[in-house]
């Protein structure tokens, strides 16, 4: 099978049947799934349940301490159950108390458990979790330090011993744009093959910007005070950049099997974003600073070491992934995602700014002599029809071409997250993930650990 025809099948989201042992008694082939919330502290958690799923039954179960988190949690399954077009059906059985992870471990109503809250707590969650039998569905990132990182190892090892999965929800492979420039990457007739890369050019490169105030389901986000706490939250090199890592791993080695042993870290920096009092008050309907962030305050500003980038040497290549927090996106636009793969034959190039029009775009930097005119529009005509119908190029300038992709294919961030939750159904009902996801898991939170630990000269 050759490169294009393996992406191709991940892209159909056709799973891998190779790895890990069969789960016992946690899920059968035809048993439903039922699903168990705990302590939704991240507006995440809520949107795994934005769609009905048919192998998930319709009752949620969410073990949290009472207050405005689990509030706005129930909030917005509420909407989702009452908005007008695809109403879900969802019925919510709660149990409050300072008790609820004892409380789910003791009732166990569901089989499978999702967190989206503080991360600070997660992977004792997970720990827990995976030593009562239950499957584990995360949001990103699953540990944010170095202490955290062994108690995910170990999490792993018991989840194999018990026969249950742990899966964190990685949305960002279902962005289209970075889809197609992955699978333009194996299509050795326009991108070659990728570059060993260098410090000041790595062979692939991602850079995230993000906002604190943001539009969710319609609503303006409100985000809990310990967000802003890099001891709860996670720094920002720990924390969103857990996707640009794993979309690294992801594009330059589709279905291949990457060790700790693969990354070498060669720099790592840190920096704050700094929030006034009214803009903190904006975002989280707190008109003063908690006393837990007073560590955190210069003068009359808030420093939330929400800033970080990473470059490092992945099975040999060099790549480079940053994130940046800003408080507002300017009006009528977002976050913004910027991505290059360097090929021998061509670039193939993300950007998302005003020219844009604040949506991703895909563009191909022919290099050199090499012409790789025929050669896209054969690949998008051929196999990448497949899947993606109706993309076509569109030559900017000599040797510049943006692709075009139809815009049913441009979903948002928010449905990615029924793409993601239906993978993970789908490993349960084969009980076993693909042979690479876990080594690559514990290989994309070393990097991010490993980065935390050079930028902070630990």
């Not at 191709?8 to 891998?16: D, E, N, R």
């Not at 026969?163 to 050795?188: C, H, K, N, W």
């Not at 955190?296 to 980038?309: A, M, Q, S, T």
Request: a negative charge; charged letters at 25%.
């Amino acid at each position: 099978m050759n490169k294009i025809t393996t992406i191709l099948l991940l892209s159909l989201c056709i799973s891998c049947s190779e790895s890990s042992k069969k789960m016992k008694n946690n899920q059968k082939e035809d048993e439903q799934v039922t699903l168990m919330t705990l302590d939704p502290g991240h507006f995440h958690a809520a949107l795994v349940q934005k769609t009905m799923y048919p192998e998930v039954d319709s009752t949620i179960y969410v073990f949290a301490p009472e207050g405005p988190e689990v509030e706005d949690f129930l909030n917005k399954i509420a909407s989702y159950n009452s908005r007008v077009e695809s109403p879900t059906h969802w019925k919510v059985e709660t149990s409050f108390g300072e008790d609820y992870l004892e409380q789910m471990i003791a009732k166990r109503p569901g089989n499978v458990m999702i967190v989206a809250g503080k991360n600070s707590q997660k992977i004792d969650y997970i720990l827990e979790a995976v030593k009562a039998g239950i499957n584990v569905y995360a949001d990103k990132p699953l540990v944010i330090n170095p202490e955290g990182f062994q108690k995910l190892e170990e999490a792993f090892k018991i989840a194999e011993e018990k026969g249950v999965l742990i899966y964190d929800i990685m949305t960002e492979r279902f962005e289209v744009t970075t889809d197609m420039q992955r699978l333009l990457s194996a299509v050795p007739n326009v991108f070659g093959e990728i570059m060993e890369g260098s410090i000041e050019e790595p062979a692939i490169s991602k850079e995230s910007v993000h906002h604190f105030f943001k539009y969710v389901s319609g609503e303006p986000l409100v985000r809990p005070a310990w967000f802003f706490d890099v001891n709860e939250e996670g720094e920002g090199i720990v924390d969103v950049t857990t996707h640009l890592v794993d979309m690294v791993q992801w594009e330059l080695f589709p279905e291949q099997i990457i060790n700790k042993s693969d990354i070498e870290m060669i720099s790592a920096k840190r920096w704050a974003t700094d929030l006034t009092l009214e803009e903190f008050s904006k975002v989280t309907g707190l008109d003063y600073f908690p006393d837990y962030l007073k560590k955190d305050i210069e003068g009359d500003k808030l420093k939330v070491y929400c800033n970080g980038e990473m470059i490092y040497k992945i099975k040999g290549k060099y790549a480079k992934v940053s994130v940046i927090w800003d408080f507002q996106a300017p009006e009528g636009t977002g976050d913004t995602h910027y991505s290059i793969m360097r090929g021998t034959k061509s670039d193939l190039i993300i950007k998302q700014g005003e020219e844009e029009n604040f949506k991703p775009t895909l563009y191909v930097k022919q290099k050199g002599k090499a012409d790789v005119d025929a050669a896209i529009t054969v690949a998008l005509e051929g196999d990448i029809a497949a899947i993606y119908p109706g993309t076509t190029s569109e030559k900017i300038s000599d040797g510049y071409w943006k692709i075009n992709i139809p815009e049913k294919f441009k979903i948002g961030h928010e449905a990615h997250f029924a793409q993601v939750t239906q993978n993970y159904l789908r490993y349960l009902k084969e009980g076993k993930l693909p042979k690479w996801e876990v080594p690559n898991m514990l290989a994309k939170y070393y990097t991010t650990i490993e980065g935390y630990k050079m930028a902070k000269g630990e």
